[in-house]
């Protein structure tokens, strides 16, 4: 095994290994030591990072499969992960992380170069992450490495509500009908963006008890779905919101519909609000959310690898992928 060596610890392997559930409690130190100097860094002293709640980091595990990657330090702890995802021809990173005491020697450098080395040998043909956007440090390093900045991703909130005409949770299924309703979702994307399938993060969704996927037939056509997480992403937090991970429509208007059973849906799982991340190249959508009254939270600048880059359906579909966890 290849080590590289640092000055404080001596070594950190430059070969990455596949992580294990049982290393979550580790996952989760580096994590929040490592975001919390980054915010230290950014001028926010008083800002502590909390730990992922214990199921995400499940999910995450699992959807990036052979793609979890850690590289150990010569205590074997962990010094770095990268959890490298492929959702068909679309791959993308997060989270990924270098503990503090090893950033600055090239690690950062490796983990990156070998989730995107991993994610091309996988076939994928667009690679991308997301970064804090008034990070000049973040987004300085990843286009040393290849990417360039594309849109924000805005996240942004609509209250709960009650809706007269309720969408199908794939949950409510039976086996059979949950197969045919899953074959429907990954056809209909498929026909929208060629090479993408999200079959994965459904049945993990639903393995895991995070949450549900949500869609809307037209007759016996899916014209839109929607993966969503009720868990909370915070450990020992209580369900505020529903997280959209994924979400696919045919028109605009099947997205407004589907919208509107996305709010539903979080006021039946006790959510107050639901959480959408929409990507920038999506004007038309975004002010559509914020003519309804959706509240901004947060924004990521999304980065891809060069001429790797992502692009909108033909035909006026709507493909909106969460590159985070």
């Not at 070594?11 to 130190?29: F, H, K, M, Y």
């Not at 001028?43 to 990072?49: H, N, T």
């Not at 980065?303 to 966890?325: D, K, Q």
Request: glycine share 8%; hydrophobic share 40%; proline share 4%.
């Amino acid at each position: 095994m290849a080590f590289a060596r640092n000055w404080r610890h001596a070594w950190v392997s430059e070969t990455p290994e596949r992580v294990g559930i049982r290393e979550i409690p580790a996952l989760n130190a580096v994590f929040s030591e490592a975001f919390t100097e980054r915010y230290r860094k950014d001028g926010m002293v008083g800002v502590r990072v909390p730990h992922l709640n214990p199921a995400v980091w499940k999910f995450a595990i699992t959807d990036a499969e052979e793609g979890a990657m850690i590289w150990r330090n010569a205590r074997d702890g962990i010094a770095a992960f990268n959890m490298v995802h492929r959702s068909g021809v679309e791959g993308w990173m997060g989270p990924l992380a270098v503990h503090p005491d090893y950033q600055g020697q090239g690690i950062g450098k490796m983990i990156v170069t070998t989730g995107v080395d991993w994610l091309k040998k996988q076939g994928a043909t667009v690679i991308g992450l997301e970064t804090m956007p008034r990070t000049m440090d973040n987004v300085g390093f990843y286009s040393s490495l290849g990417f360039t900045p594309g849109h924000l991703t805005v996240t942004v909130t609509l209250e709960a509500a009650r809706s007269g005409i309720q969408s199908t949770p794939m949950s409510t299924l039976d086996p059979h009908e949950r197969e045919l309703a899953l074959r429907q979702c990954r056809q209909m994307l498929q026909q929208l963006m060629p090479g993408y399938d999200y079959t994965r993060e459904i049945v993990l969704t639903a393995h895991h008890d995070l949450g549900d996927t949500v869609f809307v037939r037209k007759g016996s056509e899916v014209v839109s779905f929607a993966i969503c997480h009720s868990v909370p992403l915070v450990e020992g937090r209580a369900t505020e919101e529903v997280r959209v991970l994924k979400m696919v429509a045919r028109s605009e208007a099947d997205f407004d519909h589907l919208v509107t059973q996305l709010c539903a849906h979080a006021r039946a799982k006790g959510g107050r609000r639901v959480a959408i991340r929409v990507q920038g190249q999506y004007s038309d959508v975004y002010r559509r959310l914020m003519a309804r009254g959706a509240r901004v939270r947060w924004t990521d600048l999304r980065m891809s690898v060069h001429e790797l880059a992502e692009s909108r359906p033909a035909g006026g579909g709507i493909v909106l992928s969460n590159w985070e966890i």
